[in-house]
C-alpha cells in the first residue's frame, strides 16, 4: 500500500511538472507572437509614415518649389542611407522631365522676388499662388532680363512590392 501511495505522488508530481512545463511554452510562444506583432505594427507605422512624406504630393497639383520639396527629400534620404545609384534597393530614383522650351530655365524658377517688374517686392507665397500660368517678367536695374511662367506639375509615386518603401518619383507638367 505504501508503494502504491508513492507511485500515487510520483505521477501526480510528474503530472504538475508537465502542466507546469506546457504552460511555460505556451506562455513564452504567446509572449514571442505579441512581440512579433508589435514589431511588425512599428515597422508598418514607419514604413506609412516615411511613404507619406512622399504619397502628401501624389494627385495635387505642384508648383516648381513643391518639385525641388519633393526631389530634395529623395535626394536627402538617398546620401542619408549612402545609396548611390538606382541599382541598389531602397534608393528612390526621381524622373523629372520638366525642361522647358519656351524660357530658359528648367522649371521656372524666378530666382528673387525682388526683381518683379513693376517695383514693389512680391513674397514668394504670392508669386507661387497668383502667378502660376502667367508670364512673370524679371528686371534688374530697370532692364528686362528673364521671363518665366510659373507651371503646374504633377507626380506618380511608385512604391516597391518588397520593401514597401518609395522607390520611384516620376514629375511631369499638368497639360491644361
Do not use: W
Not at 67 to 80: E, M, P, R
Not at 135 to 151: A, C, F, I, M
Amino acid at each position: 500500500m505504501e508503494n502504491a501511495s508513492k507511485a500515487l505522488i510520483m505521477a501526480a508530481t510528474i503530472l504538475i511538472g508537465v502542466a507546469i512545463l506546457s504552460l511555460g511554452v505556451y506562455l513564452f510562444t504567446y509572449f514571442g507572437n505579441y512581440a512579433k506583432d508589435v514589431e511588425d505594427e512599428n515597422r508598418a507605422n514607419q514604413i506609412a509614415q516615411f511613404n507619406s512624406q512622399f504619397l502628401s504630393y501624389q494627385g495635387k497639383d505642384l508648383t516648381i518649389y513643391d518639385v525641388i520639396t519633393l526631389a530634395n527629400l529623395a535626394k536627402d534620404y538617398n546620401q542619408s542611407n549612402d545609396y548611390k545609384n538606382n541599382n541598389v534597393k531602397g534608393y528612390i530614383d526621381v524622373n523629372a522631365s520638366i525642361i522647358d522650351t519656351d524660357v530658359n530655365v528648367i522649371g521656372s524658377v524666378p530666382p528673387d522676388e525682388r526683381y518683379l517688374k513693376g517695383g514693389s517686392a512680391n513674397d514668394i507665397a504670392k508669386i507661387k499662388q497668383e502667378k502660376i500660368g502667367e508670364v512673370v517678367t524679371v528686371t534688374e536695374n530697370g532692364q528686362e532680363k528673364e521671363n518665366y511662367k510659373l507651371k503646374l506639375y504633377h507626380c506618380n509615386v511608385t512604391i516597391d512590392d518588397l520593401t514597401q518603401f518609395v522607390s520611384k518619383i516620376i514629375i511631369q507638367e499638368k497639360k491644361d
